[in-house]
Structures are given as C-alpha cells and as structure tokens.
C-alpha cells in the first residue's frame, strides 16, 4: 500500500519554525517528486513548493521563497519542509503529495497523498 504520513505541525508565533516530515512507505521515495500544498478552510489545496527526484525545487508560491525550504533524506524514505520567519497567513493544512520524476502545480497529477498537518501561526 502506498502511503504518505505527515508530522510535525503545531501552533507557532509569528516568527517562529516549524520543519515537517512526509514519511513514505511502499513506495521508493528517491524516484518520485515531493510537493507540499497547503489548503486554508474554505478553499481549495495550492502548491507550495516541489522537490523532483533529482533534488530541484520549484517554488510555487513567491510569499515562501526564502523562508521555506524543502529536501529530502532517501536513505529514510522520507521528505521534509522548514518553515522559517512563519507568519499568520501561512495557517493551513499542509499535505504533502508524490508523482512519479518531475514536479506538477496541479493535485489531480500527484497519485500519493498525505492525510495533512494543521500548522497554525499566531500570537
């Protein structure tokens, strides 16, 4: 069974960090693309960013550039995102999804899902 698990989130105040995981199993994660989204109540998931299997990061959302960093560690199977200088605005679930090689904006084009995290930044 293929399978993604996220941990990590939490509340944080403005400014703080948070680094969440994306665990794999039954798959291998090294050949796939990592995307994390993010989806705020009452709307629908967004990219964040990617991370191919070759280790290029797309940056999808320009708010983040800077202040997010995706990577990922295969000999654990597993994919992470720091999130640094966190802001209220960066409130959501955030699920972290795979597709096979190559990054995708889209969610109808990653075939693994997360169950998601809630991150929540305020004072």
């Known amino acids: 069974q293929l399978q993604l698990v996220e941990s990590g989130g939490g509340l944080k105040q403005p400014g703080g960090s948070l680094r969440l995981s994306c665990a794999a199993s039954?798959?291998?994660?090294?050949?796939?693309?990592i995307g994390w989204f993010r989806q705020v109540s009452g709307k629908e998931p967004e990219a964040v960013l990617c991370?191919?299997?070759?280790?290029?990061?797309?940056v999808y959302i320009n708010s983040v550039e800077g202040r997010f960093t995706i990577s990922r560690d295969n000999a654990k199977n597993t994919a992470y995102l720091q999130m640094d200088s966190l802001r209220p605005e960066d409130t959501a679930v955030y699920f972290c999804a795979a597709k096979p090689y190559v990054c995708a904006r889209w969610r109808d084009q990653y075939n693994v899902w997360g169950q998601g995290t809630q991150v929540t930044v305020s004072s």
């Open positions: 991370i191919t299997s070759t280790d290029a990061t797309v």
């Open positions: 039954g798959f291998t994660l090294g050949s796939h693309a």
